[in-house]
């Protein structure tokens, strides 16, 4: 993992299953090779508001927050407990290169060491639970679906 890892977004691309993966890995938003499908049709990714400038974050542009990106990190908060918005917050507050340093730390595996997937409840390794991992995902909380 290193300030290349993180996506325009502001997302963490070693966190995901398709850069993580040893077979059609997926090369990271700020590489020129292959991506996943979902990173190829990436609205956020080919925002015309970057001007060609592709690995602009997208808290570096006068539209911050824009709504193509709270709706990205209303998903990420809801589905996988994540958010875009806060990487920017802390980003904006220790700088790129600590925050990475923290991400590191934050993501490993308490059982192998290895980092887990944003987007998987369960280490790809081992198979531990990861713990950032949101109790019911996709699901809404029992009682509050009036
Ligand atoms: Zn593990």
């Known amino acids: 993992m290193n300030s290349q890892s993180i996506a325009p977004c502001g997302l963490n691309c070693a966190l995901c299953w398709g ?41 570096e542009c006068p539209r911050y927050p824009c709504k193509r990106l709270k709706d990205l990190d ?23 290169s600590a925050f990475v340093a923290a991400e590191e730390i934050k993501w490993r595996c308490p059982q192998c060491g290895n980092l887990v997937c944003v987007h998987r409840e369960k280490c790809l390794t081992c198979g531990e639970a990861n713990p950032h991992f949101p109790p019911n995902p996709g699901k809404p909380q029992r009682g509050t679906n009036k």
């Open 74 to 96: 209303k998903r990420y908060r809801f589905k996988y407990g994540e958010s875009a918005i806060e990487n920017f917050r802390s980003i904006a507050e220790i700088g790129l």
């Open 19 to 59: 850069f993580q993966r040893s077979k059609k890995t997926c090369s990271g938003c700020n590489s020129s090779g292959a991506k996943t499908h979902y990173c190829t049709v990436c609205r956020i990714k080919t925002c015309p508001e970057k001007n060609g400038n592709d690995r602009l974050l997208c808290s």
